[in-house]
Structure formats: C-alpha cells, structure tokens
C-alpha cells in the first residue's frame, strides 16, 4: 500500500510484522519534506500497528545501494547562508521525532527493525540506530563522515 510519495506499506499477517519501504526519491539523505512527511503518516501507522495487531515494524529502503545518506548538506548551507535558524532547527527537531518515534516503538508494545542494504552515513546511520535491531548486509557499510570535518553526529541516535 503506498501512503505517500516516500512510504510504502506491506502487512505480513502472518508473523505480524509491518513492513515499511522507504523511497527517498532524488536525493538519498533526509530532505524537510521527506521529515514532514513521515509526521503526517505517523498516526497512520499507529493506526495500522493496533487495527492488525503488529508484533514488529521493519524498515528498509527502496533506494538500491543505500539505507540513506543522512542530513541535507544543500539544505544547511541554504539555511547558514540565509540566517535562517528558525528553519535548521525545526530540522533538527524533526530529525530528533524520527529517531525518538521509531526507538520508542511509537510508545506501543511492539519491536522494530532495520534492513540496511547498502550505505547507512551520518544522520541514516542514526536512524538506523534507533531500532531495536539491524539486520545489515555483508555489502553494507556505515560511517559517521561528521568526525571528518571536526563535528560530531548530534540529531539523537548517536547516544544509542
């Protein structure tokens, strides 16, 4: 089932398992609007986990070669660029709700997962860390690419 341009949906009533497929369309990293759309679908899935009862949610992504490539640089520059640090971090709030609702379960009695099929950096790292469990790949590789340029990964998973 699609729910919106990012989320596809599949119900395994059989073990109870909610399979969530990401798409980040044409960039591989967080975009605002792809955070403002899992906002939007997030009462959805609450829905679906309780009406089918689920056991576990699995996320994974429909990008070939990558899980996801973290933070929008384009979008931070834009933001630094024009002072706009209302706008960066209502970004990083929205980053923050990803990762505290996927670790949280959504505050309900299930599991959760990701199956991490290719790269996994920075801020998707993170996210990928907020789950109970990864499932990764031999070919998959992670990395937090902040380290490089003296920052540190600071958008809450990085503490898991």
Known sequence: MLINNNLRVKI????????????????????????????????LIIYLIKKENIKYTVAYSLNKGVWNLGGDLEYFVQCIRNNNKTNLKDYAYKCIE??????SNYELDIFSACVIQGNAFGGGFESALSGNYIIAEESAKFSFPEVLFGTFPGMGAYSF
């Open 98 to 103: 990803l990762v505290y609702n996927y670790n």
């Open 12 to 43: 395994d009533e059989e073990y109870k398992i909610l399979w969530v497929g990401i798409d980040l369309q044409d960039k591989l990293c967080y975009t605002i609007n792809f955070l403002e759309n899992l906002i939007h679908v997030k009462e």
